[in-house]
T-cell receptor
Framework: GAVVSQHPSWVICKSGTSVKIECRSL??????MFWYRQFPKQSLMLMAT?????????EQGVEKDKFLINHASLTLSTLTVTSAHPEDSSFYIC??????????????FGQGTRLTVV | DAKTTQPTSMDCAEGRAANLPCNHS???????VYWYRQIHSQGPQYIIH???NNETNEMASLIITEDRKSSTLILPHATLRDTAVYYC???????????????FGTGTQLKVEL
C-alpha cells in the first residue's frame, strides 16, 4: 500500500524555539496533505489542509502564524511549530491520499511525531 | 460530514470475533463509511470502507444496515495485536482527487485479552 513517512518520530525542544516536522508521500504524489494534532487520551483533531503550490487552509482556532505549513512539492509538506510552548506538546500526524484515479482512495497516515516542549 | 457515535470501550477474548458498532444516522447518500484504527502512539491505519454493500478484506468485514444508519466492523479472529482505538468515520470518497479531510470521533478502545 501507499506509504506516508514523517520525520522526526519524536523531538524535544526548548520553549521559544521552532520545530519543523516533515511529511513525505513515498510512492505517490499528493496535491493535498492533512495535518492533525492529538493530545493524550484524546482523538485526532484536524489542524490544517496543506495544498501544493498554494496557501494552507487552517481549521477554526488554529493559529496560522504559529503553525506554518509549506507544501513545496507533490511529495513533501512541512509543519513548523514556531515559538513553541509547553502547551504545544502533542502528537502531530499527517495524512495523504493517492490520486482519485487510483483504486484505493483511503487516507494513509504518517507514523506521527511526538513533540515535547520543555 | 455526518457525525458518528461509538461505544467508548469494548473487550474481546483472543481468537473470538470482535464486533464493533457505529451509529451514523445522519449519513447522506454519497458518503462512505470508513474504519481506521490507531495502535498506541502510532498513526491511524486504514481497515476497510463501504457505501451500502457489505465488504470484506483480509483484515475485517464491514456490515452496513440497509438504511445505512449504522454499521458494524467485524474482526473475525481477534488477536492481542488488534488492541487499538477503532474509529468509524463518514466521508465523501476523495471526489476532489486531492483527498478529503477526516473528522475523527472518540472511537472505541478495543482491548483483546487472553
Amino acid at each position: 500500500g501507499a506509504v506516508v513517512s514523517q520525520h522526526p518520530s519524536w523531538v524535544i525542544c526548548k520553549s521559544g524555539t521552532s520545530v519543523k516536522i516533515e511529511c513525505r508521500s513515498l510512492d505517490f504524489q499528493a496535491t493535498t496533505m492533512f495535518w492533525y494534532r492529538q493530545f493524550p487520551k484524546q482523538s485526532l483533531m484536524l489542524m490544517a489542509t496543506s495544498n501544493e503550490g498554494s496557501k494552507a487552509t487552517y481549521e477554526q482556532g488554529v493559529e496560522k502564524d504559529k503553525f506554518l505549513i509549506n507544501h513545496a512539492s507533490l511529495t513533501l509538506s512541512t509543519l513548523t511549530v514556531t515559538s513553541a510552548h509547553p502547551e504545544d506538546s502533542s502528537f502531530y500526524i499527517c495524512s495523504a491520499q493517492p490520486p482519485q484515479r487510483a483504486m484505493n482512495t483511503e487516507a494513509f497516515f504518517g507514523q506521527g511525531t511526538r513533540l515535547t516542549v520543555v | 460530514d455526518a457525525k458518528t457515535t461509538q461505544p467508548t470501550s469494548m473487550d474481546c477474548a483472543e481468537g473470538r470475533a470482535a464486533n464493533l458498532p457505529c451509529n451514523h444516522s445522519t449519513i447522506s447518500g454519497n458518503e462512505y463509511v470508513y474504519w481506521y484504527r490507531q495502535i498506541h502512539s502510532q498513526g491511524p491505519q486504514y481497515i476497510i470502507h463501504g457505501l451500502k454493500n457489505n465488504e470484506t478484506n483480509e483484515m475485517a468485514s464491514l456490515i452496513i444496515t440497509e438504511d445505512r444508519k449504522s454499521s458494524t466492523l467485524i474482526l473475525p479472529h481477534a488477536t492481542l495485536r488488534d488492541t487499538a482505538v477503532y474509529y468509524c468515520i463518514v466521508s465523501l470518497r476523495g471526489l476532489t482527487g486531492g483527498g478529503n479531510k477526516l473528522t475523527f470521533g472518540t472511537g472505541t478502545q478495543l482491548k483483546v485479552e487472553l
